[in-house]
Structures are given as C-alpha cells and as structure tokens.
C-alpha cells in the first residue's frame, strides 16, 4: 500500500539533545512537508522541499533541519537550539499541484 | 500572503442535526481550498478540495463544501451529523502557481451529542 510512514511515533528525548524523525513515502510525490501542531495553532510549515536536493524554510524553521537525499526521505533534526521542541510533528507529501497533501500518523515529540 | 480563517474553536451538534464549519480565506487570486480532517493522535486526512469549474465539491463521509468567491468562503457542511464525524477539522488554502503550499487554519474541533 502506498503511503507515508513517519517513525517513531512517541520520542522522548532529554534537554539539550539532537533528536531526528524519519518520514518515508512510497507514493512517487516530488513535494515534501514537515508542520509542527500545538494545541490550538493548527498547523505550522517548518521546511518543504520541493525536489530532491533542495529545501526551503518555513514559517518556523528556527532550531531544525532537514535533507532531502533521496525522493523518498525528508528526515528533520529538532536541534537542541529548538526553544520548545515538545509538540506533535506531521511529515507529508503531495503532486505539484494542486498540493492536496498526504500526511503520516506523527510523531510525538517529548523533551523533559 | 494568503490567510486562513476558521472562526471559533470547538463546536457542538446533536446526532443527526447540520453541521456547519466555517472557513473564510484571504487571497488575491482564487485559490485552490481544501478541507482536512484528523482524529486524536493521528495525521491529517483530506475530506474534498477545489480547483477548479464547479464550485460545489463532494467529498468523503458525506461533506461537501461549496466555493463562494464573492464571500471569499469554503464552508464544509453534512446534512445529518454521526458520532463518528466528531474530529478536529481544518480549512487550507494554496496558490495556483507552481511550487505552492498550503497554510492552514486554526481548526475547529467537532463534537457530536447523542
């Protein structure tokens, strides 16, 4: 079945740590996304990425990176310059256009 | 830069009432609008979208919404609400040029009495 996998689901990191999520798609998309969510903001755009190779900052950018290596891979670091990396991280991919994305499940992010 | 507006954070139907979510967006061109739904703990799944010629859209479990560009809305509504509908639902809107993105709303969450 194609989809997008993002692992793992719950992460627990300590302060000060480098900590990175995996999200894979086998769905053929050019396009790739990484959101944060905290209750009541909906959905915030860290990087995209629109090929392989090349990426560009979102909204939030601020104490993360990424790669793009492969079509299939868009790993994000939440570095431990991240003032409050604690929150629940969205991966998703989508065609061109329009960009009627598909997310993964999520991983859930704790730092204590 | 375009925007999304989904007014109030939460609202309340009896089983098999309307439900009515609101989305008003800002762009200068008409854009491409999606309505998206996601239960606790999981991703984001779309319900229906709009590109392009007909501006009332059909979608998944029942919704639609339709596209009124003089009132820049996208409102998703389902005639007969199920306990299953409820769910936090968010609007996003995109350019139609190349390398868009979507920015999204707030969300509303829905609740669904029995």
């Known amino acids: 079945d194609g989809g997008i996998t993002q692992s793992p689901k719950y992460l627990f990191r300590k302060e000060g740590q480098n900590v990175t999520l995996s999200c894979e798609q086998n769905?053929?998309?050019?396009?790739m996304y990484w959101y944060r969510q905290d209750p009541g903001q909906g959905l915030r755009l860290i990087y995209y990425?629109?090929?392989?190779?090349?990426?560009q900052k979102g909204d939030i950018a601020e104490g993360y990176s990424v790669s793009r290596e492969k079509k299939e891979s868009f790993p994000l670091t939440v570095t431990s310059a991240q003032k409050n990396p604690t929150a629940f991280y969205l991966c998703?991919?989508?065609?061109?256009?329009?960009?009627?994305?598909?997310f993964g499940q999520g991983t859930r992010l704790t730092v204590v | 830069a375009q925007s999304v507006t989904q007014l109030g954070s939460h609202v309340s139907v009896s089983e098999g009432a309307l439900v009515l979510l609101r989305c008003n967006y800002s762009?200068?061109?008409?854009?491409?609008l999606f309505w998206y739904v996601q239960y606790p703990n999981q991703g984001l799944q779309l319900l229906l979208k709009?590109?392009?010629?007909?501006?009332l859209v059909k979608g998944i479990n029942g919704f639609e919404a339709e596209f009124k560009k003089s009132e820049t809305s996208f409102h998703l509504t389902k005639p007969s609400a199920h306990m299953s509908d409820a769910a936090e639902y968010f609007c996003?809107?995109?350019?139609?040029?190349?390398?868009?993105?979507?920015?999204f709303g707030k969300g509303i969450t829905l609740s669904v009495r029995p």
């Open positions: 769905l053929n998309h050019d396009a």
């Open positions: 709009y590109t392009t010629g007909a501006t």
């Open positions: 990425s629109q090929i392989v190779n090349d990426f």
């Open positions: 998703a991919s989508s065609v061109q256009l329009p960009p009627a994305a598909f």
């Open positions: 996003a809107v995109s350019d139609t040029g190349a390398n868009s993105k979507l920015t």
């Open positions: 762009s200068s061109v008409p854009p491409y």
